[in-house]
């Protein structure tokens, strides 16, 4: 017997399945059932299911107690292979999919529905189009024929697999949600915020630092409001364009030390206050909806609850339950070692086969030992910041490690000509695309300073051809590590099938594992192995090591 089945509804209610055969096409008669359960669990010997989409048909079966080991997700896989026919945009659904095969009209896309706090994903959509399982064959049959003519089939399919593989995470982890105590988190935000006002007004803290910005002013002004907070800085004579933290703590003036305190308190309060805890917290997890593949570079979003950016002092009620541990995990200095896989440098990849501090080894090769300057220079390698000393330390990084640079400079030739640009396996960076939302999809900092402190030009991305070579050169680099990160998941996951540990938590470069204290160490370990095969599946044979820095504890806040 085959071991590819499809799955889809069936008309009239239900479900149906069948084998396909080395085509992709229907290869023996169809089963039906009332549920997906019935289905899988009566056919253990099947290893990849093929349907629609996953967030579609795979909570449903977690519901009923099935777990898959493998899938396809057709919708996913049309993404992916628009995108690398230069087609980005177009309507990735089946039906769209199976309208092109067959020369009709094409349907546009329906909308995306909006996450719902406290509610679990339906098993199919409303707003969804559905195909028969016989349509569904024939479009799975031309993804295959697409594949074969892509620049690096096997690249291409090896992507295909691992998107889809990272669906299955991502609604596992929907699923199982993130361990998150509801009394720490209430404790936080009243030694952070105090008191509660009746009517849903600002906190006592938050109206404390209005009063003292106010008083610094000598007039009332709004601190929740930009426009306020610029036109007050302008009438005290001091020029500011945007009320951005790094902009104001630049200014000598007494209102920025309450006005830089109120900020940080009140995007607590917005963010992750009280309704925040109400809407999104749960019989003790927090349960946003994780999107695998959700921006053009493969990096993942949340549909609502924010859970990619959990500030850090709020981290300290993520807690792992009675007896069990997280394991948080980061991947140390990524974006380099990727360079490093994907550019075939000699020098820099036998500085990232070393599991030490990469920068410090860049710069006791080109920077006399001068790490900071080093970390500058790779990451505006990187990031595309290559005016003022930028560019003295980029020539310096051209001198010692040829390969790389011209690895990114010609992706950014390639963006600033509109031509594709592709990660290592295959991810293709549309011809032309916005600028500041693709760049901040990709991480890439927009008009502020990230987290390590860097600051950036504001709004430099922009439609020119400059600032589209500038996101192309940070694609090749972002995406293949998030082509990467898929790869590490899927092999992550099968581990943890086989233990009671759960995945809770993955962004870009951190993953966190929920487990008994005792399985915490064979974790810790499973992480190291699933780098390295991820590293030897996405870029094959080299000397470049993709380290771990992992820390066992029972706060998420005590890892950091």
Partial sequence: MTDRWALAPAEGGGVEAAPLGPDG??????????????????????????WRST???????????????????????????????????????????????????????????SAEPNAQSPLFEPQSIHLPLTDLAAVYAEQQRRHATTAHPD??????????????????????????????HRQMLHELLGERYVGGGEPRRLAELADEVSAAFGRRVRPDLP????????????????????????????AVKPLVEYKKLYRIWVAHGWSWLHDWVRDGRFRPEFHAGGTVTGRWVTNGGGALQIPKVIRRAVVADPGWRLVVADADQMEPRVLAAISRDPGLMEVAGRETDLYQSVSDRAFSGDRAQAKLAVLGAVYGQTS????????????????????????????????????????????????????????IPVGDDDSEGRQWTPGYASTDARARGRFARNFVVQGSAADWALLLLAALRRTCAEMAAELVFFQHDEVIVHCPAEEAETIVAAIREASDLAGRLTFGETPVRFPFTTAVVECYADAK
């Fill in 55 to 113: 967030p579609e048909m795979y909570p449903r079966l977690l519901a009923a107690g099935v777990r898959v080991e493998r899938c396809y997700d057709v919708e996913d896989a049309e993404t992916l292979l628009l995108g690398h026919e230069g087609r980005y945009g177009e309507p990735r659904s089946a039906a769209a999919a199976l309208a092109r095969l067959r020369g009709g009209p094409v349907p546009a896309d329906p909308p995306q529905r």
């Fill in 388 to 443: 003022g000393d930028g560019l003295k330390n980029l020539a310096a990084l051209r001198r010692r490690f040829p390969k790389a640079v011209a690895y990114v400079d010609d992706a950014a030739r390639a963006g600033e000509e509109g031509r594709l640009v592709r990660t290592w396996l295959g991810r293709t960076c549309p011809p032309a695309a916005g600028a500041d939302e693709d760049a901040e999809e990709a991480g």
């Fill in 227 to 254: 426009a306020d907070v610029i036109k007050a800085f302008a009438q005290a004579g001091v020029k500011v364009k945007s009320t951005r933290r790094w902009e104001i703590e630049s200014v000598d003036h007494p």
């Fill in 155 to 184: 690249r291409m399919r090896l992507l295909t697999a691992a998107e889809s593989a990272g669906m299955l995470v991502a609604a596992e982890m929907n699923r199982s949600g993130l361990p998150w105590s509801a009394e720490v």
């Fill in 25 to 50: 096409l229907l290869a023996g008669p169809a089963r039906r059932a009332a549920e997906p359960g019935a289905i899988v669990r009566g056919l253990p010997e099947v290893t990849r299911w093929v």
